[in-house]
């Protein structure tokens, strides 16, 4: 495919990262207003098991489709294609459909093995009926990417996401007066109908488009070679992804064990894993939508000049993106310390402040991370980033098996920390060895640290003047969009980063 359908295939599904993210974020709001912090924590402890039904089920099938549906149609081989989508489909359902089975007669008894909380066993149950939905919607959205029509993805991402709100809205009030056991229950009844609906958009998206195209060829590959190159390029990728899954439900799981060592109770616990995992993280990681989608942007670019051994564009390219990705971590960093209360208390309601502060001093290694991990994808390096994710999981872990029970919350917070270190010092280390790359420190770290300190400095006096004034949600308004102008002009007045900066990383052949 020609360069401008790659531009519009990576524009399409950035503007769909970002209005989910934005709807994810509204929605994260509402739920965690309507059913507290111990609702979300009940919530976010559920979700690794979602993951993981994803990553068993159809996480390697997806990827493996998109790649094979792509080689198949650049040879003309339209027959080819569709089997491929069936096999795959029948494959993924059933995987589906065995989860949801054996999840929904054992809710009960995960629910409390592994989670110690009866309560989530109805929400479970319904979590799983939307796992056979999520395969098969999974599956035809790997359809649709190995055509490089990525508006049919983007679209079901963003309506999924709107039946979610929806449904949480319409059941939160009904289900709350029930008890925590229900609200929890109604939110997750939001996923199971936003999967629902997302399949059957991408379903009849799949029908109209084989009519319109008219892909009348007949298969020229054996079901029995087809299904083989299918489970086999299928198996590793979902390996991968299982393993971090499994590891991340592990964390998930051990951490309100240990919180109510340090001395919580159970309802604590949970509140206080709520408040990180549902409230403060996706806050952190709201404004990381447009590094998201740089990140993306990477893969192809740095694969394409690897392949054409062009060293010299990959290093520019490279370069120019950790510096941009530095100075929005950093600033970003500045923005969370500095705000950190009145975030918590505006948005949602709660008190996070030291959490968001301790979060926001992590914020330049979380963004260092996504950017890092799109060049190691572009550079083929798939192998060195799951090692990387099972370093940072270990650590992680350590610290929540040892720190927590002593140090709380803190001691997971810190953990996070030097994980994030360890894994961004090993990519960079990697990057530079493979591309030779000049690590800038004075331009990606002390110009944009200098520039965050003067600005928070800055905005500690002017902050309360303004929040005298006025009301809560304008004043934060009028107090983030100033503190962007001065870091964006001491960030220009120190050299750090130009106009001409930008244009290089806009630049496109």
Known sequence: MAGKGIIESTLILTIANVINRILGFGYRIYMSNTIGS?????????????????????SGFTTTVSKLVAGEKARNNHGNMGRILKQALAITTALGVLLNIILFFTADIVALSMFRDE???L??????????????????????MGLRETAVPAISQVFEQCVRMAVVYLLSSSFMNRGLTYACAGAVCGIFLGEVFSFLFVIAAYKGFKEKSKFNKPPTMASSKTLQMLIFMAAPLTFNRISGSLLATFENMILPRKLIAFGMSNSQAISEFGKISGMAMPLIQFLSALLVSLSMSLVPA?????????FTKINNTVSKVMLFTTITGIGASG??????NE??????????G?????????CPFIYMHMTL??????????????????????ISIAFIMAAVPYAGLDGYILGSFCALVTVCSLSLNKIRKSTDIDIKIIDWFIKPVLSTIFTVLTMNMIKPVIFKSLRDIPALIICLTLTGLIYIIMIMATGSFSACDMKAILRRK
Do not use: H
């Open 38 to 58: 111990e609702g979300m924590g009940m919530y976010q402890l559920i979700m690794p098991l979602y993951s993981l039904a994803w990553s068993i089920s159809c």
């Open 119 to 121: 309560r989530l066993g």
């Open 123 to 144: 929400a479970l149950r319904i979590l799983s009926l939307s796992f056979p939905f999520m395969a098969a919607g999974s599956c035809i959205r790997g359809y649709f």
């Open 302 to 310: 740095v694969s394409e000049s690897v392949t054409m051994k062009n």
């Open 335 to 340: 923005i969370f310390i500095l705000f950190s």
């Open 343 to 352: 975030l918590g208390r505006i948005i949602y309601n709660q008190d996070i």
């Open 354 to 362: 030291q959490i968001l502060t301790l979060l926001g001093i992590m």
């Open 373 to 394: 991990s799109g060049i190691l994808n572009g550079l083929g390096e798939q192998v060195f980033i799951f090692r990387n994710s099972l370093i940072s999981s270990f």
